[in-house]
DNA sequence: CTGTATAAAGAGACCGGTCTCACAACATAT
DNA sequence: ATATGTTGTGAGACCGGTCTCTTTATACAG
């Protein structure tokens, strides 16, 4: 393998220079395009890069000029199909504007969250998207602001940081899904999110550290309330956070003296999973049991029956996301703003209608 | 806005240096943790770097140590759940060893593809792991090995590029399943593919130029061959892209004179698109049609009947190639090898027995 | 034919780290 | 007291680009 030798010193602009019989500069000028060159140079040096198979070096490159051309994407779980539906949003309105993207894994984890922002502000990325893991820890992205580096919040806003966000609009989702539930006939209702939390139950709507959880469940109890219902917080329950707990929260939630006859899912994985222990448990759709979860996920529309959902269009905040951020590296004039992408009810088949 | 000023030059080492009133040099071995420092002074410079936010400049540090600690994938869809997942397990492998992952897109396109690699070995990338869209166009992929930089390949070999790869084995995968079709009594068995063909059909097996896409259609021709079914080409269809696509292909398929009583898809999605292009025709799995899909998506657990299929165990793909760029980045002895990754028939509900 | 504007090419500083080498200070051996 | 070693610190080259400033060559005007 004549190949072996690895780390065979990569070709620089100084080598082309040398082989056009130029200087390092001219030939940076061809190399780099910018500046004024002779055709019949700027010839030369392109045969004698060509011939060595130049590639420029991106990180010298943005050593001198200050930009990286990167955007840095910090999400909470790349598997989850809302996120990855989010970094092509992303990604495609970066490519459109010339740049690339990073992602980076927090696994809806602070402290993962904290390195990984560290990491791609030491990369020296352009622009960062991230979406906080807490509402209530911010001293980190305050420190992006100010490391200078634009910053865009994504599904999650966080008001005292004064910095653009891009998220649906959870609280009417949740209303729109609630109202429909109650419209149906249905009383008692459950909302199941995915957030952790010392206990399934809740007390203090308040404290829920992540904005997007805390205004659907705002909407979702204001709509209990505003319909006369007793005990909005009571079927609340957090930390389905997998197969496991899931199971026994949905079990736990359907053994009580009046179970509810309708789950709300915060996500589609949520929704997947409560879907599963439902079906272990033996229960039918809609008729034991109604649901509707946010997302439009593949799998929502291969069930029987297929899963009622809030359609979050998620691409397209994810386009939004990009294009705000890439608007700020470039110092567009703007205030900084929380955009809502509105959702919407997808009515299929899996809520049941009670009469009374 | 005090922080409007955006670009107010970081924090660097000499500042640092400067606050901490020792040498650049001093302080950068403490910043950067090699050499050795006194521990009075090593409380300076870090008392500095606190108080002034130190943050280093990884594009520097990767200037002057010629290592990036990052590795570049370049995978066909990140919204497919085979990569998404795969992505998961290479970044597990690359955090355990330090290192950070780069994602770029190619759409399944070669041109894009090319321009990935070359972006990520401009910024200078400790090592690829590539998921080559064409077996046919690899003078980029040499490019890689010439410039030094380590590479695996991803789901698809090319044993022309006397390179490493990590494969399902897609051949024994395809025999499997095929085998288990015709036992249970199918003979007319069709292969349903996502890749790009000029027309549906197809001639020559040897000028499919993805290998995992060949290797299956090997397998499952074998089988049919050696169960001495007549044309064994008749049902195999490439181009079931998206949903269009595959609502066509189907409904020319099933048109047929003899129309199969089986069908093998790909990958999920094609999978999925199957499956929802039968629901509207009207057809009920598995009584008018058998399937198996390739890749344990969510989707496939959760239909009526669920899909069986083949579980491709992708997370131990992606970790396993991960595991290996990063032995031949530090630079461990190996020989060059296809590494397989077994798969297994996981029967559920969507497969009928055929009475003869 | 000289003066000046202009275009093209070269020289070298710079970005922010790492790292080699020189050197100073002090401890231990002879 | 001198030689030798050890440890901690400083000076400055270097990575591979960009970019400013200077120099050289050429064109055109007076």
Redesign the interface.
Known sequence: ?E?S????R?VTVADVAKAAKVSKATAARVLGGYGVVSAKITDQVMAAAAAL?Y??????R??ST?R?GIIGVVVGD??NAFF??A??GI?DAARLAGF??????SGEELDAEKSAV??L????VDGLIVTPARCDSIEHLR?V????VPLVLFDRAIPEL?VDAVTGDDRDAAITATRYLIAQGHRRLAYVSAMDAEDGGLTDIGRISNSAVRERVEGFVSVLTEAGLPNPLHYIRLGATNHQQTDSVIKRLLSEGSPPTALLASDSLVG?RI??SL?SLGLSIPKDVSMISFLD???T????PPITIVDQRVYEMGKLAGERLIARIE?APLAVERLRVSTSLVVRGSVATIDR
């Open positions: 393998m190949d030798a690895h780390s065979k990569a198979e590639r420029p070096n991106e990180l010298a943005s050593m200050g990286s790349i598997e990855s539906l970094v092509r990604s690339n993207v990073i992602i980076a894994n560290d990491l502000i030491g990369k020296r420190h602001r100010r490391a200078g004064d997947l879907f599963k079906q996920a593949d799998w529309s291969v069930t029987v110092r």
